[in-house]
């Protein structure tokens, strides 16, 4: 048999179909797939991706450069902006292409990419930008990279409710495949609904790699056909009232995203029962976790159908896709919802079972149990064990108690157990600067000087007690604390801004005789002067 070849740039080549990628390459490759589909259906589309670089999608803005020749060939534009919402702000400009004479495409597809944090400062953008809609041969997809352990940044982030509260539809992919299709209905989704669709990226995904499947037919879009697209349509304009938007965005175009994802089927049921009586409903790694939990506890499919469950696996997390909820939840007895750190999805779940007839709605449950007992941990990460050892609750409810799965659940707890716990010194590497990085030397400060971190580099001075750095403070507003410090009455220590960090000193400029002789001027930085 002859060997197939492959090279490095497969990942790229459109005419390779089955290719192995990292996450970021994927996200790399989703905007090329895009163009091919539209060159397909005699669309003259171009591509524009502009964003912020920030851990787990710190490598993706390097990909791109890595791949400029591939993006050229695709009449796709990179441009990564000064900061998060100016670079949302751009990608909104994208959408007004087709607005105003002299436009050469037919309309530009965008990509927006930030970490959580980003998110969060950029919520004024995204309100607008997804307020006034996007190009009907456009579309915009927002990454959103969530460290959800906290490994990387000054807080854990969950970026849903952010994304919903701009009533932004959002899909949490759970594999790369996942990456690409969600990535092809995210942007059909887009131009239907004249959304911005949010795009959960985590570290676990991003920075895994795998063999898939990259077809530019893989993915069927089905036009709705239960859903009547107002006069004027859904798309953006200009002049456009603000009232009108809030009108178009809150009835019709959530209305659209309802019977688009309905018919194109981002949620399904992925193993069913007759009868079910348990059912798992999970989004994203908690899916893959579940997967995991289930064959660690040993339970193969068909024992799995055995005991009456029933998995549902939901693509579109908000809003949950109403008409597949009540369908999966039809005829159980208890729902467990499976979802990393807030429950986001188990509330959307229990809003729409509510008012199903009392006698045939069962039970849901997910962070915490009919109790009120913690079940399912918000803060941290989920592990599979964590969550065999819900399922394993949830059966006993049910009336099965197996001796073979509590043995198996008490031998995956103590691997689990924290190895302090059992007597084993845990083994930790203190983190430091790589070899010749400037915060090195820059976080040494005076002999009786006190300085503050921020998030970066410089944040690892926190775990060197030499460079006397305490407290820190939320991305890009490291020196701002200072200021109140300096400014308290309760405060008699003055503190000089610097570009990375307030030093007290013994006398500063503020302390000087208001008159001073003209010739002469204190020193200061320049970050003193802006922000005197």
Not at 101 to 117: M, Q, R
Not at 227 to 246: C, N, T, V, Y
Not at 297 to 322: F, M, N
Not at 346 to 363: F, G, H, M, T
Request: proline share 7%; with cysteine; net charge positive.
């Amino acid at each position: 048999m002859a060997l197939m070849e492959v090279g490095l740039d497969d990942k790229y080549r459109l005419d390779a179909k089955r290719i192995f990628l990292s996450g970021t390459q994927a996200l790399v490759r989703l905007p090329m797939l895009q163009r091919e589909r539209d060159r397909a259906q005699g669309l003259n589309t171009a591509g524009f991706i502009s964003g912020y670089r920030g851990s787990p999608l710190g490598m993706y803005d390097h990909a791109l450069w890595r791949a400029k020749s591939f993006l050229k060939q695709h009449d796709i534009e990179f441009a990564p902006g000064l900061n998060e919402d100016l670079a949302a702000t751009a990608v909104w400009g994208s959408q007004q292409v087709g607005m105003f004479p002299g436009a050469k495409v037919d309309g530009v597809f965008g990509i927006w990419y930030g970490k959580g944090p980003g998110v969060d400062r950029s919520v004024d953008a995204l309100k607008h930008a997804n307020s006034a809609g996007t190009s009907p041969n456009g579309g915009v997809i927002a990454l959103a990279g969530d460290d959800h352990g906290c490994q990387s940044s000054t807080l854990a982030h969950q970026s849903e409710q952010v994304f919903a509260a701009a009533l932004m539809p959002v899909v949490n992919p759970a594999t790369l495949q996942d990456y690409l299709d969600l990535g092809i209905l995210g942007f059909a989704l887009s131009r239907y609904s004249s959304c911005w669709v949010g795009f959960k990226a985590i570290s676990e995904t991003v920075e895994s790699s795998a063999s898939i499947v990259s077809d530019p037919d893989r993915i069927k879009i089905i036009p709705p056909d239960d859903f009547e697209m107002p006069p004027g349509g859904l798309s953006i304009r200009w002049p456009d009232a603000p009232l009108d938007q809030e009108r178009r965005l809150h009835g019709p175009k959530m209305d659209a995203v309802a019977a688009f994802t309905r018919v194109n089927r981002f949620d399904r049921i992925v193993l069913d029962s007759k009868p079910a009586r348990l059912g798992i409903m999970a989004t994203g790694k908690a899916y893959l976790d579940l997967r995991q939990a289930l064959a660690d506890l040993g339970i193969s499919d068909a024992e799995a159908q055995a005991l009456g469950l029933r998995i549902y696996k939901v693509a579109l997390t908000w809003p949950l896709e109403q008409a597949g909820a009540r369908a999966f939840a039809e005829g159980l007895q208890d729902v467990l919802v499976v979802e990393e750190k807030r429950g986001f999805i188990e509330d959307q779940l229990l809003k729409i079972l509510y008012n199903v007839d009392a006698s045939k709605r069962p039970s849901v449950v997910g962070k915490r149990d009919e109790t009120g007992a913690p079940l399912l941990p918000s803060e941290g990460e989920l592990t599979p064990t964590m969550v065999a050892a819900a399922v394993v609750a949830r059966l006993r409810k049910l009336g099965h108690r197996s001796p073979a799965l509590e043995q198996r659940l008490a031998k995956l707890e103590a691997f689990d157990r924290p190895a302090d716990a059992i007597g084993v010194a845990k083994l930790q590497r203190t983190p430091y600067f790589c070899s010749g990085c400037p915060h090195n030397t820059s976080t040494k400060v005076p002999e009786g000087s006190r300085a503050m971190a921020g998030i970066g580099c410089h944040g690892m001075a926190l775990s060197v007690p030499s460079r006397r750095t305490a407290t820190i403070s939320h991305m890009g507003a490291r020196a701002s604390p200072g200021l109140g410090r300096r400014r308290s009455p309760a405060n008699s220590t003055c503190f000089r801004i610097s570009a990375t960090a307030p030093t007290p000193i013994r006398a500063c400029w503020r302390c000087a005789p208001r008159r001073r002789p003209a010739s002469t001027s204190p020193t200061r930085s320049s970050t003193t002067t802006r922000l005197r």
